[in-house]
């Protein structure tokens, strides 16, 4: 579950991307605890995409969850990780509203044992990755 920043939450109607940290397992393993998430505030958002919400019940907390499938009355969303819960298994289908935008790159923290020439470069090849969206979301709904 990401926290965006203060910053992030106020300049969202005027900026088009923000920043969010994940913290806790549940998009593993596509995203872990610790990356750094650009999210983009404009655009449409399209079954697989990982995208920023509101919780549906607490409206505090935002989470990170993969768009899965378009239904009535909103989205239902999913965790890549089956066995972390929290997702629309959990509170059902999410309204347009509170979804925030769609996550665009992850950039992983550097390990604090990282200091040779080496590994910097190692790690700053590896650590931009793009997000992309998973087509076969829809298909593990329907297995689950």
Not at 15 to 37: I, K, N, Q
Not at 68 to 83: H, I, M, S
Request: net charge positive; no cysteine.
């Amino acid at each position: 579950m990401p926290e965006l920043s203060q910053e992030t939450e106020r300049g969202r109607a005027g900026r088009p991307f923000g920043w969010a940290e994940v913290t806790g397992p549940s998009m593993v393993p596509t995203l872990y605890h610790g990356d750094l998430l650009v999210v983009s505030h404009r655009g449409r958002t399209r079954p697989g995409d990982v995208v920023v919400l509101r919780h549906p019940f607490q409206q505090d907390l935002l989470v990170v969850k993969r768009a899965a499938e378009r239904r009535d009355g909103g989205w239902w969303v999913l965790a890549d990780n089956a066995f972390a819960g929290g997702d629309s298994t959990d509170y059902g289908v999410v309204p347009d509203e509170l979804i925030l935008g769609r996550v665009r790159l992850r950039v992983r923290p550097r390990k604090p044992g990282q200091r040779s020439p080496f590994a910097r470069l190692r790690w700053a090849l590896s650590a931009v990755r793009p997000v992309l969206a998973d087509r076969s979301a829809s298909r593990r709904l329907r297995a689950r």
